[in-house]
């Protein structure tokens, strides 16, 4: 059986005429209904305590709306039939079952196995919907818009298929779509790619469209801009991160497939694709991004929103763009960032460039931030040297960063190694002078260490000597000098000890010195010839 849906107004008007006298049937002619409807009305208001002298003011929205309650057509909860009784003995398992994800036709086979109960599928339908909430939608809350120039919320949305002119190549376009909360006005930065580049790209020509910086930006989990999606704590991409920080704006990624934390953006990636994109011929990236923004400024922005019925721009314009923080004036200059070793040099390769670093770091992981004018290299979260950047195969090393005794051949100093001969002697000075004195000193280098190694080793007075004698010869051979220090320290005659106090050794007066016994001298013959044994 079919009813007729009660309405308030309906029972308003008839009590309204019935007030001022009429009878039933005028009553009912007035009003649009029949007699007996208008005698049920009456009826149901005198016993909820209307008056028909009391005035309309009795006529109130609760006294109305009990009315309405009660005139509402339908069984009562007490007319259940005998399937709804049997779902209700077993309220607790079905409770349960639903809980448990099962699908109703399952409970009802549970139902008739186990429970004994036969109960039609419509019936236990309506018993789950109504009295456990089955199947039934969370209800969508609306949130308030922020305050103007507060927050932007964006969205990366597939627009379709692109061919370029040049090339003839069809490739797919995605959007990165920025919709401002409080006045709807949006941007679109069209690209081929979702690496952090190209987000930062959008970004810069965003804040350049909008002529300022949203304090708080909302975006979904892209992987350029959040690396863990997290509901309370998302880990944000490093570069990301040193960007946001550079620009001065906040970043509140929205939780994972949850659209309704950032509403406002969502169906602007379809209005977009529909009426900007679909159907047109842009031929090539660069005239589509014009175009785009030109959409952005007279279709869409100009056009009566939905949900305001305001123009977007206009209230950007008026209300939002005088609060944002002030747009950047310097290109950004996007940085990269690793984790490399120090290698046994003091040295780390990043951007195919070495870069030196202290010695106490040889074989520790460092973190690199490197841009085009600096790289900065941090240890465990301390920095511990900046270099300026140097192009793929150079080289920036610090001498300072070496050991003291290795900082002069690391870096090729020959004129500290000058002054270390100069100060050993004068002929010592000026042979280093002879030996460094080519188009490539660096590579005499080895024979001046020799030559300090040979001060070092046997003083500074006999190499001196042997410099002075190479130097009048014009011999300018390290290894010459070593024989010649050594062979000098050998023929040099050394007297013999005195014996020791006390001691019972007499001294020969016509005894040969020491040295000639040594090997492979012979002995000196006397003047005139041999002498004669007689």
């Not at 959008?202 to 690396?227: M, S």
Request: with cysteine; charged share 30%; proline share 6%.
């Amino acid at each position: 059986m079919a009813y007729r849906e009660v309405g308030v107004s309906e029972i308003k008007e008839v009590l309204r005429v019935w007030m001022r006298g009429f009878g039933y049937r005028p009553t009912g002619r007035m009003a649009g209904t029949n007699r007996k409807t208008v005698r049920r009305y009456v009826d149901l208001a005198q016993e909820l305590g209307v008056e028909r002298d009391g005035g309309e003011e009795q006529l109130t929205d609760e006294l109305l709306g009990e009315m309405a309650s009660r005139l509402r057509p339908g069984p009562s909860c007490g007319s259940r039939g005998e399937s709804w009784r049997r779902c209700e003995e077993h309220r607790e398992d079905i409770e349960q079952w639903v809980a448990d994800g099962l699908r109703l036709t399952k409970v009802q086979d549970l139902l008739r196995r186990k429970k004994n109960g036969q109960v039609p599928y419509r019936t236990l339908h309506r018993f789950a919907r109504e009295e456990l909430g089955f199947g039934k939608k969370e209800t969508t809350i609306r949130v308030d818009d922020c305050e103007p120039g507060e927050e932007l919320q964006l969205d990366f949305g597939r627009m379709g298929w692109l061919t370029e002119v040049e090339t003839g190549r069809r490739r797919v376009v995605w959007a990165l779509i920025f919709t401002a909360v409080f006045s709807r006005h949006q941007y679109i930065w069209l690209t081929y790619r979702q690496r952090l580049e190209d987000v930062i790209a959008g970004f810069e020509r965003a804040w350049e469209f909008f002529g300022g910086i949203f304090a708080v930006v909302i975006p979904d989990n892209l992987k350029a801009i959040v690396t863990t999606a997290d509901p309370v704590n998302p880990q944000l991409n490093e570069g990301f991160l040193d960007y946001m920080q550079a620009r001065g704006f906040l970043c509140d990624p929205t939780r994972v497939r949850s659209p309704k934390d950032k509403p406002r953006v969502e169906r602007a990636v379809p209005y977009a694709r529909e009426s900007f994109f679909e159907g047109e011929d842009f031929r090539g990236l660069d005239r589509a991004q014009e175009r785009a923004e030109l959409w952005c400024s007279t279709t869409a922005g100009l056009r009566d929103h939905g949900t305001t019925h305001r123009a977007p721009l206009l209230v950007f314009e008026q209300e939002e763009q005088p609060l944002l923080a002030p747009a950047p004036t310097e290109q950004y200059d996007i940085p990269v960032f690793d984790d490399v070793k120090v290698h046994d040099d003091q040295h780390i390769i990043i951007g195919k460039a070495l870069y030196s670093v202290p010695t106490s770091y040889v074989g520790e992981k460092v973190h690199v931030r490197m841009d085009s004018r600096l790289v900065r290299i941090h240890h465990r979260g301390r920095l511990i040297k900046v270099h300026e950047r140097e192009p793929p195969g150079g080289r920036s090393s610090d001498p300072e960063d070496f050991p003291e005794h290795k900082v002069i051949y690391a870096t090729r100093d020959t004129e500290t190694l000058r002054r270390k001969a100069a100060a050993a002697g004068p002929a010592v000075g000026e042979y280093a002078r002879r030996l460094l004195d080519t188009p490539e000193p660096w590579r005499r280098m080895r024979a001046l260490y020799r030559l300090l190694g040979l001060v070092h080793r046997y003083g500074a007075a006999p190499v001196e000597r042997s410099c002075e004698l190479a130097l009048e010869l014009d011999v300018v051979d390290v290894t010459r000098i070593d024989r010649m220090v050594r062979n000098g320290l050998e023929n040099t005659e050394q007297p013999d000890p005195a014996p020791p106090p006390g001691s019972n050794v007499i001294q020969l007066r016509f005894a040969r010195p020491s040295s000639h016994f040594a090997v492979g001298q012979r002995p000196t013959q006397p003047e005139g010839g041999h002498h004669d044994n007689g």
